[in-house]
């Protein structure tokens, strides 16, 4: 069973920063691609930041100059770094990952969610 555990969400006022944390555990191969996505209420889920296992990184653009994306591959967690935080970044923040466990298949895991809320 492979499982992905989110975790630093919280409430921080606009213009303050967030550090957010994705660990991957359970029969895991190899990790491919790695992202984080957010959904606000009322809202559809939408794509953040992906990083490779090359560590290339991709960002959507209302976040690119505030959010960094990283990973540690020795140790499979991954980040996202949120600075310069404003109020339309509240959401619940998702990670996924593609990951081959050890008996060959490969699969795209999801984690529960953190919430993140920026007040003004």
């Known amino acids: 069973q492979v499982q992905l555990v989110e975790s630093g969400g919280g409430l921080v006022q606009a213009g303050g920063s967030l550090r957010l944390s994705c660990a991957a555990s359970?029969?895991?191969?190899?990790?491919?691609?790695m992202g984080w996505y957010r959904q606000a209420p009322g809202k559809q889920r939408e794509l953040v930041a992906t990083?490779?296992?090359?560590?290339?990184?991709n960002y959507a653009d209302f976040v690119k100059g505030r959010f960094t994306i990283s990973r540690d591959n020795a140790k499979n967690p991954m980040y996202l770094q949120m600075n310069s935080l404003k109020p339309e970044d509240t959401a619940v923040y998702f990670c996924?990952?593609?990951?081959?466990?050890?008996?060959?298949?490969?699969?795209?895991?999801w984690g529960q969610g953190t919430q993140v809320t920026v007040s003004s």
């Open positions: 996924n990952a593609d990951i081959k466990s050890s008996n060959g298949n490969s699969y795209r895991y």
């Open positions: 990083i490779t296992s090359g560590g290339s990184a």
């Open positions: 359970g029969r895991i191969f190899s990790i491919n691609t």
